[in-house]
């Protein structure tokens, strides 16, 4: 059976950046930094005090108040980015068939700050439980998939998927197998995280993952420098409307780009630290371009993982030399964490809008923070340090990897017809 | 109004999300003021946890109206 091309027709973003699709590219190719000092809880105790939080959002300008209190945060994020999403799509409840409508969405967690609510809540009492009703459906993480899927009444596949910070683009993948296997004629995909919390920060600074540079929080998300010292924890929502190519010229959409494919891999090595020689990343770029039947020679443009961690930015770069070879000096590499810091299970979706609009504009956004070489690091390659590059890009390749060892990896092109 | 019927219907505003004038003592809360099954659940434990009381099951399903529950509160409230 011949599969069906996948193009992008609608985005939405909330992000560190900006809280639209538009503030956050913009932000993107200006170089700035989304993080500052936590005030989203008191963090004074914390050996890291500062994350790149989404900034001004306030959910009952956008959602019934009432509706706004039984969801996580992490769920107020992805209902506003899908809003964004289908608007720009021009789809709404009157122009679709619900029942080809589809809604594939991730988050590495869920909700992890309403779970930390209500068991601080019980642990403070005399042991008699009284749990909120909405205890349980606000901190499941598929309820995210399942409240777009109602506010926009969208019947078709629905479910959540989950890889930690591969999770977005894994769901990104499924939602292409899904059009291309001819099951939806559109997908909301995308992911939503929001963990900036006592549990969330108090649990990645015990692993020693995040960067304890707290004199300076701009600079602190430095991947591929020689000092970088952790990641910078984040958290956003990015929603894609992917479309089946002919159902989108039917119904004369507006196309962004189009996703040619896909790869999923594992390390099988390690819960939290990647594979020493970057194997996973080499395996899951290689199925990302043979999904896509395209050679290493016609990508363009690499967002990395590289989240500023000490041994996933080695790892990843020795992976990337390996797949590419000698084009790999003239392809543009950029980690995007530098100013959005590591959204978690939302990284791969707004890093996948990172590339749709780098092929949309010629522009690669840059790898901001760069002030030391590392020499463990290849000089030869072109990391976009600090400022964003113009350059044609045709192809952009997106990798995310999650704690457990899960690899993944979209492709997206300029849409010919 | 009673102080408790004030009390009771500051909560039911903030958890229904609906105008104070919609919280008259006959509205009930699934048919007038938009409540599924699990806000109900929730009207009760904001109830309990206000007056510091607990409220039996079986007297929390007899609860259904906002005059209901200010009676019943009234009643048991310490």
């Not at chain 1, 993107?28 to 930094?33: E, M, T």
């Not at chain 1, 008191?42 to 994350?51: G, H, I, N, V, Y």
């Not at chain 1, 683009?169 to 997908?187: E, P």
Request: charged residues 25%; aromatic residues 6%.
């Amino acid at each position: 059976m011949e599969l069906k091309r996948v193009v992008v027709t609608g985005m939405g973003a909330l992000t560190p950046l900006g809280n639209s699709v538009e503030e956050y590219w913009n932000g993107l190719i200006n170089g700035v930094s989304g993080a500052d000092m936590i005030t989203l809880f008191d963090a004074s105790k914390f050996r890291t005090k500062f994350a790149c939080e989404v900034k001004g959002f306030d959910p009952v300008q956008h959602l019934d108040r009432k509706e706004a209190r039984k969801i996580d945060r992490f769920t107020q994020f992805a209902l506003v980015a899908s809003d964004e999403a289908m608007k720009d799509a021009g789809l709404s409840r009157e122009n679709v068939n619900p029942d080809r409508v589809g809604v594939v969405f991730g988050s590495g967690i869920g909700g992890l700050i309403t779970f930390q609510q209500e068991v601080t809540e019980f642990a403070k009492g005399d042991g008699t439980p009284r749990f909120n009703p909405f205890f349980i459906p606000k901190m499941i993480l598929d309820i995210a998939a399942g409240q777009i899927s109602m506010r926009h009444n969208l019947r078709g596949p629905n479910y959540a998927v989950v890889s930690a910070c591969a999770s977005s683009t894994n769901a990104i993948i499924d939602a292409v197998t899904l059009i291309r296997l001819g099951k939806s004629d559109i997908i909301v995909t995308g992911g939503s995280e929001a963990v900036i919390s006592e549990a969330g920060v108090g649990g990645f600074n015990a692993m020693k993952a995040m960067s304890e540079r707290n004199d300076d929080p701009k600079t602190a998300s430095r991947p591929y420098d020689k000092d970088r010292d952790g990641f910078v924890m984040g958290e956003a929502a990015g929603v894609l409307v992917l479309e089946e190519l002919e159902h989108a010229k039917a119904r004369g959409a507006r196309i962004y780009c189009e996703v040619v494919g896909g790869g999923a891999s594992a390390d099988a090595h390690h819960i939290t630290a990647p594979h020493p020689e970057g194997l996973g990343a080499k395996n899951v770029m290689l199925a990302a371009l043979a999904d896509a039947g395209m050679k290493a020679e016609d990508i363009d443009y690499i967002n990395t993982h590289g989240t500023s961690t000490p041994l996933g930015d080695v790892a990843e770069t020795k992976a990337i030399t390996d797949v590419f070879g000698e084009h790999a000096y003239n392809l543009n590499i950029s980690a995007t964490k530098s100013m959005t810091g590591h959204c978690l299970g939302a990284a791969g979706v707004i890093e996948a809008i990172a590339c749709i609009k780098a092929v949309m504009h010629d522009i690669v956004p840059p790898t901001i923070n760069h002030f030391t070489d590392d020499p463990e690091l290849d000089p030869r390659l072109n990391f976009t340090f600090n400022k964003a590059q113009e350059r044609t890009v045709n192809a952009a390749l997106s990798n995310t990897f999650g704690f457990g060892g899960h690899n993944a990896c979209v492709i997206v092109k300029k849409y010919q017809p | 109004m009673s102080d408790i019927a004030s009390r009771v219907k500051k909560i039911i505003v903030d958890k229904l999300g609906v105008d104070e004038g919609e919280v008259t003592n006959e509205a009930s809360f699934t048919n007038d003021l938009g409540a599924d099954s699990l806000d109900t659940v929730e009207l009760i434990m904001e109830f309990e946890k206000e007056f510091n009381i607990s409220i039996p099951d079986e007297q929390a399903e007899t609860i259904t109206t906002v005059g209901q529950a200010v009676s019943y509160l009234e009643e048991h409230a310490k």
